[in-house]
Nanobody, 111 residues
Framework: QVQLVESGGGLVQPGGSLRLSCVASGFAFSISTMAWYRQALGKERELVATIRVGGWTNYADSVKGRFTISRDNPKNTVYLQMNSLKPEDTAVYYC?????WGQGTQVTVSS
């Protein structure tokens, strides 16, 4: 069955960096569009970044220039490099493929 397992979340100070990873299994990863979403407490889940076959990427305006999505097809892994983190980036971050979701990883940006 499809599995998406995120890791890499944690507590970081404003201006810091984190790299999230999502290891995928149970489907043809290399031909799948992958995405990262996030959901802050009391808010709706929002799209953060998308990466398609061939490496085309798209970002939410709020993270452009700070976050980078990438993929390693031989490792069935998608990454989200997050730099210059802000308190408003605090959320649970989810890996996504179509209708499938990971369990999420908490990112907290606070001093």
């Amino acid at each position: 069955q499809v599995q998406l397992v995120e890791s890499g979340g944690g507590l970081v100070q404003p201006g810091g960096s984190l790299r999230l990873s999502c290891v995928a299994s149970g489907f043809a990863f290399s031909i799948s569009t992958m995405a990262w979403y996030r959901q802050a407490l009391g808010k709706e889940r929002e799209l953060v970044a998308t990466i398609r076959v061939g490496g085309w990427t798209n970002y939410a305006d709020s993270v452009k220039g700070r976050f980078t999505i990438s993929r390693d097809n031989p490792k069935n892994t998608v990454y989200l490099q997050m730099n210059s983190l802000k308190p408003e980036d605090t959320a649970v971050y989810y890996c996504n493929r179509g209708t499938e979701w990971g369990q999420g990883t908490q990112v907290t940006v606070s001093s």
